[in-house]
């Protein structure tokens, strides 16, 4: 009766050894602090000056005009 007791608790062993070693090595780790370059956006702004179309781009990344002066449209 004991070597069945010891037969059946090696048997679970095996049986239950490779699921949780494969469940262990199919688990996802996260990565924190990954940095992932990105295009700044630029956006062009116009504006309506004396009667003269201009416009100007502005970058929303960074926050500073991409233009150091407006630009009139011909």
Known sequence: MR???EILGLMLLLV???ITISSVENMMIPIQG???PKAD???TKYRNYHGTLQYRRWNETRGY???KEWITLK
Do not use: Y
Request: glycine content about 0%; charged content about 25%.
């Open 34 to 36: 990954v940095v992932e």
């Open 65 to 67: 005009w991409v233009d």
């Open 3 to 5: 070597k069945k007791i």
């Open 16 to 18: 239950f050894t490779p």
């Open 41 to 43: 956006v630029i956006v």
